[in-house]
């Protein structure tokens, strides 16, 4: 099992930031990507920004030019820089991480969520 344990989230008025942590602990093997999505309640999660373990980086168009990820692999751990708030941008963030994990023995792909993080931004 693979535990995701996020942090960082809060209040903050629109043009202010705030940045997100995501630490993977457990029994991994390897990982692909990590990345944080977000969720409005009524609507869909949508991806908002991913990382790969070699470093590449995708973002949603809403958000490239204000937000930044970034990871340090030594510890499994993902952050997301998010700058220049909008209102629009409050959500639940959620951490995943897709990868290679250790169970009876054997490596078995997993891909884990964790319990989300609210972001308000608001004035």
């Known amino acids: 099992q693979v535990q995701l344990v996020e942090s960082g989230g809060g209040l903050v008025q629109p043009g202010g930031s705030l940045r997100l942590s995501c630490a993977a602990a457990?029994?991994?093997?390897?990982?692909?990507?990590m990345g944080w999505y977000r969720q409005v309640s009524g609507k869909e999660r949508e991806l908002v920004a991913v990382?790969?373990?070699?470093?590449?980086?995708n973002y949603a168009d809403s958000v490239k030019g204000r937000f930044t990820i970034s990871s340090d692999n030594a510890k499994n751990t993902v952050y997301l820089q998010m700058n220049s708030l909008k209102p629009e941008d409050t959500a639940v963030y959620y951490c995943?991480?897709?990868?290679?994990?250790?169970?009876?023995?054997?490596?078995?792909?997993?891909?884990?969520w964790g319990k989300g993080t609210l972001v308000t931004v608001s004035s």
């Open positions: 990382i790969t373990s070699g470093g590449s980086t």
């Open positions: 457990g029994r991994i093997v390897s990982i692909n990507n």
């Open positions: 995943n991480v897709v990868g290679l994990e250790r169970k009876y023995g054997m490596k078995y792909g997993m891909n884990y």
